[in-house]
T-cell receptor
Framework: QKEVEQDPGPLSVPEGAIVSLNCTYS??????FMWYRQYSRKGPELLMY????GNKEDGRFTAQVDKSSKYISLFIRDSQPSDSATYLC?????????FGKGNQVVVIP | DADVTQTPRNRITKTGKRIMLECSQT?????MYWYRQDPGLGLQLIYY???????NKGEISDGYSVSRQAQAKFSLSLESAIPNQTALYFC???????????????FGPGTRLTVL
């Protein structure tokens, strides 16, 4: 079992919809959580970074962490075609990151 | 200029050949990483280095070796390439937590390697 599980199935949504992405993790030692965005033929880039349970907002993006259930989520409000990318969740602790498989999102104009 | 650069960006080689992928960074970070990315498997850590004299194996180090030539340079070698090493390879860097850095990893643009 991977430390971070993420359903990789492609997700297609119409422009303006809310995108909801989820991951679960198994390592209780994880102290921080990240969401990376990866455009086609590019390296991943950090989108959101959280340390504790609860919500963190940054513009149209909200990251949610529930440590009691080992569940992390990313919500994208008012989705735009430019949000079309692969989103990777990650859990970190003890000087390393473990990544989920990534979730491809397509926002249709 | 990009902070993390990788060369080459694309490479096609044959089974049994020795291949070196190079990574350079201008971010001044001590920590550097090599990952491979395969469809459906996500990012898997191959090797990582926390300073010039430190080299550590990651999840999938078999068939790979690394060299940390300087703080800014970290190269990945495939001594005898095989077809199942066909993948997208990423180099990443991070600062040292507690020394002005945190755990964010900055990725290079990737090298697409095909082994025939």
């Amino acid at each position: 079992q991977k430390e971070v599980e993420q359903d990789p199935g492609p997700l297609s949504v119409p422009e303006g919809a809310i995108v909801s992405l989820n991951c679960t993790y198994s390592n209780s030692a994880f102290q921080y959580f990240m969401w990376y965005r990866q455009y086609s033929r590019k390296g991943p880039e950090l989108l959101m970074y959280t340390y504790s349970s609860g919500n963190k907002e940054d513009g149209r993006f909200t990251a949610q962490v529930d440590k009691s259930s080992k569940y992390i989520s990313l919500f994208i409000r008012d989705s735009q075609p430019s949000d079309s990318a692969t989103y990777l969740c990650a859990g970190g602790g003890n000087n390393r990151l473990a990544f989920g498989k990534g979730n491809q999102v397509v926002v249709i104009p | 200029d990009a902070d993390v650069t990788q060369t080459p960006r694309n490479r096609i080689t044959k089974t049994g050949k020795r291949i070196m992928l190079e990574c350079s960074q201008t971010k001044g970070h001590d920590r550097m990483y090599w990952y491979r990315q395969d469809p459906g498997l996500g990012l898997q850590l191959i090797y990582y280095s926390f300073d010039v004299k430190d080299i550590n194996k990651g999840e999938i180090s078999d068939g790979y070796s690394v060299s940390r030539q300087a703080q800014a340079k970290f190269s990945l070698s495939l001594e005898s390439a095989i077809p199942n090493q066909t993948a997208l390879y990423f180099c990443a860097t991070s600062g040292t937590p507690g020394y002005g850095g945190d755990n964010e990893q900055f990725f290079g643009p990737g090298t697409r390697l095909t082994v025939l």
